[in-house]
């Protein structure tokens, strides 16, 4: 099971290549946003998949706060671009 | 049995979140990659989830799991409404068949 889990990461690691080319070649800015939301996404679950290869549930911990910095920080760019200042 | 379970979760969530990065690729709009990435991710990422909680069991480290997947049940779609909100609203034009890829 453990060498399914270092597959999995593997391949996580390859689709987050694929949406970082998005992110470099992409047109304006909003193709660019919302690859690096892609990627924040795809970022949890390799931390969560890194936590069960080393045995460590403190990776668990980390993902959860990842989780809502990626969220808040993706919201906190759209209403800066929607509304020209955060308030 | 719940690994082989678990194993099944995984790979279909691995095949979805595959999709959904040739998606936003492959498509020819902003619009189009929306719909590729902010349901392919948010699907691939739950059953992948749901599958590492198959495999531990019932205990905190479960919990702590499905606690982060409702949460990212509800955050991951919202966050994609509000770009797609704004680039709507920024005046971000959809494409139509016969344009060029943008």
Not at chain 1, 29 to 48: D, F, P, S
Not at chain 1, 67 to 83: E, P, V
Not at chain 2, 81 to 91: D, M, P
């Amino acid at each position: 099971m453990i060498d399914i889990f270092h597959a999995s990461v593997i391949v996580l690691i390859l689709t987050v290549f694929l949406c970082l080319y998005r992110v470099l070649a992409g047109p304006g800015w909003e193709n660019r946003l919302i690859a690096v939301n892609t990627i924040g996404t795809k970022t949890i679950v390799v931390l969560v998949l890194i936590g069960f290869i080393y045995e460590r549930p403190l990776f668990l911990d980390i993902s959860i706060a990842y989780a809502m910095i990626n969220f808040i920080s993706t919201l906190a760019i759209a209403k800066y671009l929607g509304r020209g200042c955060i308030c | 049995m719940l690994n082989t379970l678990a194993l099944i979760f995984i790979v279909i969530g691995l095949f979805f979140m595959v999709v959904g990065a040739i998606g936003l690729i492959r498509f020819p709009d902003f619009y189009t990659r929306v719909h590729a990435t902010g349901k392919c991710d948010t699907l691939g990422e739950g059953m992948i989830l749901f599958g590492l909680v198959l495999y531990e069991g019932m205990n905190l480290v479960a919990v702590k799991i499905l606690l982060l997947v409702i949460f990212i049940f509800i955050t991951s779609p919202t966050a994609v409404h509000a770009i797609l909100n704004v680039a709507y609203t920024r005046g971000v034009e959809p494409w139509k068949k016969g344009d060029e890829r943008r």
